[in-house]
């Protein structure tokens, strides 16, 4: 069984995402918004339950790891502050260290996406993505444990710090949603919740929330440029903003937007800004979630979504995730399971033309000498990243900084290698 499904993942290679659910219902693939009637990974690609709970427990795992530091001998005996990740059988592997100077393999390239193994990618990210000032750098065995979670591990090793989500941008259009709910009727054999969980998730415009998230990204390295000092650099901001007319201009001087620099590691760090703002750039990457993660709320939206939850603010575009705890769809009926997030990488890419831009990200965790398998790397086309999976409702585009000096965010990427 495990054997076969490991052919089966690298025969279909080609579609593979970091996010799995598990034997979905007509109604519910059907409703996933994206025009194409997606379902999820695992009913394609034969993951079992198990497989899916180890990844959801795989990914809270990074989370904890990422607030409270690199390895599980770090955690501060307080740590009870935090919710203890779930049972599993953690048969991850750091992937091996690559020589420097070995050139990637080509890509599998297939309906808009171009996919590797994960030590390919190590090969190419060492080439192309050099971390420090231009040179080539092998990727630390930090890095690569980093990397070994999975979709989330491709963002992390690029970010430096573990995501954040704080400065999340999505669209959504409350005159479509409202208008849809007035004027159309349920689907056949469709219960209420299903329908309006569909609506909202509809309502959405992903490719409008990436544009959002790349015009701040603009005004906020815009405003980087020659301030030597995090005074100078949110005066800029504020010109900038003012001489756009931007409703971020009005945002309370301690929210997440104005306090995003100071609150980024790299930023403090000596060998990253040192506090020199001019030493710092914005840049971009993507999370898909499922919007139903209240456990106060109906199971229905927990189940089929909560059309409420996870709305940007009209003015900003700005979406508040203080609620996002990374809890999974809720099953809706027997066998049913999904996984709790997906992480797509976009960088500093000046591609104008969303449709042209790559996202990386990969399938699940590395884990070569088990039935999952070996972790792979998607280079995807936006429209592939933008239409996820039927585990997800939420498509937010995230603002962070990283140090110039990284050369995580080349300007251009190409799919797979030429």
């Given amino acids: 069984m495990h054997k076969r499904r490991r052919v089966l993942a690298f025969a279909t290679v080609g579609t593979v995402m970091c996010t799995a659910g598990f034997m979905p219902s007509v109604s519910q693939a059907a409703g996933s918004g994206d025009g194409e009637k997606k379902g999820s990974y695992a009913e394609t690609h034969g993951l079992t339950a198990d497989d899916v709970k180890n990844i959801n427990a795989l990914n809270e795992r990074a989370l904890t790891l990422g607030r409270l530091g690199d390895s599980p001998e770090e955690f501060p005996s307080s740590a009870g502050t935090f919710s203890p990740a779930p049972a599993f059988v953690d048969d991850r592997e750091t992937p091996p260290a690559e020589a420097l100077d070995r050139a990637p393999d080509a890509y599998r390239a297939y309906g808009g996406r171009a996919t590797t193994v994960v030590n390919n990618y190590i090969r190419k990210w060492q080439q192309v993505y050099s971390q420090r000032d231009g040179k080539k750098q092998q990727m630390t065995e930090e890095q690569?444990?980093?990397l070994s979670y999975g979709c989330v591990g491709v963002t992390w090793v690029n970010s430096g710090p573990y995501p954040t989500n704080k400065l999340a941008f999505a669209s959504f259009d409350e005159n479509k949603y409202r208008t849809r709910l007035k004027n159309t009727s349920p689907r056949p054999d469709e219960t209420r919740a299903e329908f309006e969980g569909r609506i909202a998730k509809e309502s959405f415009d992903e490719a409008k929330g990436f544009q959002r998230a790349r015009d701040v990204a603009a005004t906020m390295n815009k405003a980087l440029e020659n301030a030597?000092?995090?005074?100078?650099?949110?005066?800029?901001?504020k010109t900038e903003l003012t001489n756009k007319s931007d409703a971020l201009l009005h945002e309370d001087g301690r929210s997440n937007f104005y306090s995003a620099l100071r609150n980024t590691p790299s930023f403090k760090e000596r060998e990253g800004g040192n506090y020199d703002p001019s030493k710092m750039k914005a840049v971009i990457y993507s999370k898909h979630f499922w919007s139903g993660q209240d456990r106060r709320s109906s199971a229905d939206k927990r189940k089929y979504g909560d059309p409420d939850a996870?709305?940007?603010?009209q003015g900003t575009g700005l979406v508040d995730m203080a609620n996002d705890r990374n809890i999974p769809r809720s099953p809706a009926g027997p066998g049913e399971g999904w996984v709790n997030f997906d992480y797509g990488w976009f960088g500093a890419q000046a591609e104008s033309d969303a449709d042209k831009t790559i996202w990386t990200h990969g399938d699940h965790y590395h884990a070569p000498s088990?039935?999952?398998g070996p972790m792979h790397v998607h280079e995807s086309k936006f429209r592939n990243w933008s239409a996820g999976y039927a585990d997800f409702d939420r498509g937010t585009y995230v603002v962070t900084f990283i140090p110039k000096s990284w050369n995580t965010a080349p300007a251009k990427v190409e799919q797979g290698w030429p």
Avoid: V
């Fill in 144 to 146: 690569r444990e980093k």
């Fill in 228 to 237: 030597h000092d995090e005074r100078t650099y949110l005066g800029n901001l």
């Fill in 310 to 313: 996870f709305r940007p603010d």
């Fill in 370 to 372: 088990s039935g999952l």
